[in-house]
């Protein structure tokens, strides 16, 4: 099934922007460059919208929206729900990118529903859809080591060489949108998982 909305997870404003939470943002952000198109504040979405149109062959494009909430991280899926409901995108239809601690940076995988693994933006997602059958691509940031310093991990910049390794993952899955767009999953996946 081809994808009609990704969402980059992350939290809004400019104390968030470096931080690894916002590896979502980062990767949605460069979706949109990579499209030539601006984000615009969309207040019944509670969010920054575009929409896009993606290739995936010489002839084909597939329209597909591109939504950053600002709702902060806890509660993105007030900003997915609106949206998927105001258009009638199914959950199939979703492709959620976020960060995720149980990778080492540089490494991007893709996942086929499940649970929410412990991420707050999933679990809010999971709750206004009703169901966790979403697509994720999860962009990994490592972990500290201990379950006590996740928050203050997630909220600070990675280092110098983290940024390099995790920017260097965003082009690989770049690389791979249009495939999982038009729901090539395992061109998508073959590709991905072989690179990183």
Excluded at 106 to 116: A, E, M, Y
Aim: aromatic share 6%; charged share 15%.
């Amino acid at each position: 099934m081809s994808i009609a909305l990704i969402v980059g997870l992350g939290n809004p404003g400019p104390r968030y922007m470096t931080t690894r939470h916002n590896a979502g943002f980062w990767l949605t952000d460069n979706i949109a460059v990579q499209m030539k198109t601006q984000f615009r504040q969309e207040a019944k979405f509670f969010g920054e919208v575009c929409r896009v149109e993606i290739p995936h062959s010489q002839k084909e494009h597939t329209q597909c929206w591109l939504l950053k909430p600002n709702t902060f991280m806890n509660n993105s899926g007030q900003a997915v729900a609106a949206l998927a409901n105001y258009y009638k995108i199914s959950p199939q239809q979703i492709l959620v990118i976020h960060d995720d601690l149980d990778f080492p940076p540089g490494t991007v995988r893709i996942k086929n529903g499940g649970s929410d693994c412990k991420h707050n933006g999933l679990k809010s997602i999971i709750a206004h859809l009703k169901l966790p059958s979403f697509l994720r691509l999860r962009l990994g940031i490592g972990h500290p080591g201990r379950g006590a310093n996740v928050t203050n991990y997630v909220l600070n910049s990675p280092s110098r060489n983290e940024q390099t390794v995790i920017d260097t993952a965003m082009n690989a899955a770049l690389d791979v949108i249009p495939l999982i767009v038009a729901g090539e999953l395992n061109k998508a996946m073959q590709q991905l998982h072989t690179d990183t």
